[in-house]
């Protein structure tokens, strides 16, 4: 069976690749997305290397190998792979439980967790659990993205003020704001330029690289006024050339206790890529594999962690930038990886004179951007109850901690989708006080005594089964006439479970005890053949429709 999946997988590989079908047509518009989305990358990856706490080269690093590897494994087209502020900020939380920054041990912690990212992504793609993405519900993943931002501009807010602070979420807020007398106000300054140009440029001019014109712009201002002069610290020599290749080595115990946060950062990774991948691949009638895409992450990942980088996630917002200017296939990330491997071997001088505040300000503003305000402002409006789950994992994720607040949020997710399964919507379409207008017509009556029609808007599994069956008893009990027919209208009913199937034979012989035909209508051949196994049908009457219902057990005939 494994091997199977893994044919399949290759298989599907080889289906969809790219490069056997290229354009010499399509290369202008994707040597021009590639050269866009590196302007985008450098700034925000040096941002990110920060974030995870490693030099800031190692986020360029990022975007090199494994975007090449993706490029030739990924099944989707147009999905611009590199560091990612929501999976940095999980590698920093992740990596803190066997090392601390600035430990000897901090850089294999961020490798080794980076391979065995790889290792969950892998077994996911031949497992081919591609369709757990679909098991986070949007507002989840809203909430997931906007508390991942809170952590940000928290961590980073310190930085832009010309201090840092450590410690939990809520020790660093604190501390924020008790050492505000260590501001240095130029550092403050420029950061705070940095962010309002980004923001700025965002909302005004959406298609220019607002990450790299902040940058410029602040370093350039820094540069003018002389850093060492005001106290503005700034990031430093970056080291030239192309990564070298090394296996981080950690004990087996540490490696074991890595295991939560690349399950965490693999669920995420899935998560924010394949809604992405698959919105691309409708828009443009393309094909996609989300299993091969995990494949590709795997490998990609893998690369990465081997050449002093962390992990990689596809970026929704390099993705767009790429496809806004005529980007349409992998050769967007190997432009874009070709452009950072030329900055690292002969430019790397540019950034000697970047402040640290700068590239904080610059996270700061991505994090705000997480924050999807019209987004929750829309699930308010329409679905209450989905705003509070939101709610729940952003305040998990932004104040907790990213790593424990992730698997809080998939938990809310989880339970919120058993909710709404245990109670599913229900009718009552007929009975002796109210009528539904369609099936009066299709019955040709306007009262009817002795029976009851029941519409039930769900599967009845483990889950919901008592549910049904106090629903029926209730309502067997509230008719003020005898009633002699109960009508269940099951075409949404598509499953019952072996537990279901328990509580459905008590509920047949209840009711029936008490003189009234128990008849289910509208039934899948699915669902009667599972009903048979279950030996039920002595027990039940089934029909096609209503109308058959009324005709073969109805109480005296309709009255009309």
Not at 188 to 210: E, K, N, Q
Not at 272 to 282: L, N
Not at 453 to 473: H, K, M, Q, S, T
Not at 500 to 507: I, K
Request: aromatic share 8%; proline share 4%.
């Amino acid at each position: 069976m494994r091997i199977d999946r893994v044919r399949g997988t290759l298989g599907s590989f080889w289906a969809q690749y790219w490069l056997r079908s290229y354009q010499k047509s399509w290369l202008r518009f994707d040597v021009l997305a590639g050269l866009t989305v590196a302007a985008i990358a450098i700034p925000e990856s040096l941002g990110y290397a920060v974030i995870v706490g490693l030099p800031p080269e190692t986020g360029l690093y990022c975007a090199v190998l494994p975007a090449i590897v993706f490029a030739f494994i990924g099944s989707t087209r147009r999905l611009v792979v590199g560091a990612d502020s929501a999976t940095a900020a999980m590698v920093a939380a992740g990596a803190s439980a066997i090392a601390i920054q600035g430990d000897s041990n901090h850089v294999a912690a961020i490798g080794a967790l980076g391979l065995l990212t790889a290792v969950v992504l892998l077994v996911m793609s031949i497992a081919r659990l591609g369709f757990l993405a679909n098991l986070i519900s949007r507002p989840v993943l809203v909430g997931m993205l906007g508390g991942i931002g809170i952590s940000l501009m928290i961590t980073k807010a310190s930085v832009m003020l010309g201090y840092s602070t450590s410690g939990s979420m809520s020790h660093r807020l604190y501390a924020t704001f008790t050492h505000l007398y260590e501001t240095n106000l130029w550092t403050a300054a420029v950061s705070i330029l940095a962010v309002v140009l980004m923001l700025g440029l965002s909302t005004f001019v959406p298609r220019a690289p607002a990450a790299l014109i902040s940058l410029t712009v602040a370093t350039g201002v820094t540069t003018l006024i002389g850093a060492e002069a005001h106290g503005i610290e700034v990031v430093g020599a970056v080291p030239a050339g192309l990564p070298g290749f090394s296996l981080p080595l950690v004990s087996l115990g540490e490696f074991t206790l890595l295991v939560p946060a690349a399950l965490a950062i693999s669920l995420v990774i899935l998560a924010q890529s394949a809604p992405v991948a698959k919105f691309y691949a409708r828009q443009h009638q393309e094909e996609h594999d989300e299993n091969l895409d995990l494949l590709g992450f795997s490998l990609a990942n893998a690369a990465s962690a081997v050449t002093g980088g962390f992990a990689v996630n596809g970026s929704p917002p390099r993705s767009a930038a790429a496809d806004g200017v005529g980007g349409s296939t992998p050769v967007v990330n190997l432009v874009m990886a070709a452009t950072i491997a030329v900055v690292l071997i002969g430019f790397t001088g540019l950034f000697d004179y970047i402040p640290e505040g700068v590239l904080a300000g610059i996270v700061f503003a991505v994090g705000l951007g997480l924050i999807r305000t019209e987004e929750l402002k829309q699930i308010y409006r329409q679905r209450r109850s989905e705003f509070t789950v939101a709610m729940v994992a952003l305040i998990a994720v932004g104040f907790i901690g990213v790593q424990i607040g992730v698997f809080v949020a998939v938990t809310v997710s989880l339970v919120d989708r058993l909710r709404r399964q245990y109670h599913p919507v229900d009718q009552v379409l007929l009975d002796e006080d109210q009528i539904d207008p369609i099936v009066a017509a299709r019955l040709g009556v306007t009262h009817v005594d002795g029976a009851i029609v029941y519409r039930f808007g769900g599967p009845i599994l483990f889950e919901n089964a008592d549910w049904f069956a106090e629903r029926v008893r209730e309502l067997l009990k509230q008719a003020m006439t005898p009633v002699t027919l109960f009508v269940v209208d099951c075409r949404a009913v598509d499953d019952i479970d072996f537990t279901a199937s328990g509580v459905l034979e008590d509920l047949c012989l209840d009711v029936s005890s008490q003189g009234v035909h128990f008849v289910l209508t509208e039934v899948s051949p699915e669902v009667q053949e599972l009903l048979t196994e279950y030996d039920l049908s002595r027990h039940l009457h089934f029909t096609a429709d209503i109308e058959i219902a009324f005709a073969q057990f109805g109480p005296g005939g309709p009255q009309s």
